[in-house]
């Protein structure tokens, strides 16, 4: 047990004195990782766009100019970002 405690305190030190190597940033990231940070970024992306539609429409911009800032139509984009 006392070789593990000294182990994991040995982990510790390791972890709060970490200085990241000039490469660390450039490492592949594993692929099922890879789809993971997209999907969250997509996700965080989408929440952000449904918001600024949102203030744009309490702003009185037209469904039509919320459609060509977001390039696509105006009947589009109130199908998918008008409030049920």
Do not use: C
């Given at each position: 047990?006392?070789?593990?405690?000294?182990?994991?305190?040995?982990?510790?030190?390791?972890?709060?004195?970490?200085?990241?190597?000039?490469?660390?940033?450039?490492?592949?990231?594993?692929?099922?990782?890879?789809?993971?940070?997209?999907?969250?970024?997509?996700?965080?992306?989408?929440?952000?766009l449904a918001e600024a539609v949102r203030a744009a429409r309490e702003a009185h911009l037209?469904?039509?100019?919320?459609?060509?800032?977001?390039?696509?139509?105006?009947?589009?984009?109130?199908?998918?970002?008008?409030?049920?």
């Open positions: 047990m006392t070789d593990l405690i000294a182990h994991a305190d040995e982990l510790a030190d390791a972890f709060e004195n970490y200085e990241p190597a000039e490469g660390d940033f450039d490492a592949p990231v594993p692929p099922l990782m890879a789809i993971k940070l997209a999907a969250f970024r997509r996700a965080a992306a989408e929440k952000e037209s469904w039509r100019e919320v459609g060509e800032a977001i390039g696509t139509s105006g009947e589009a984009a109130r199908q998918r970002y008008a409030a049920p």
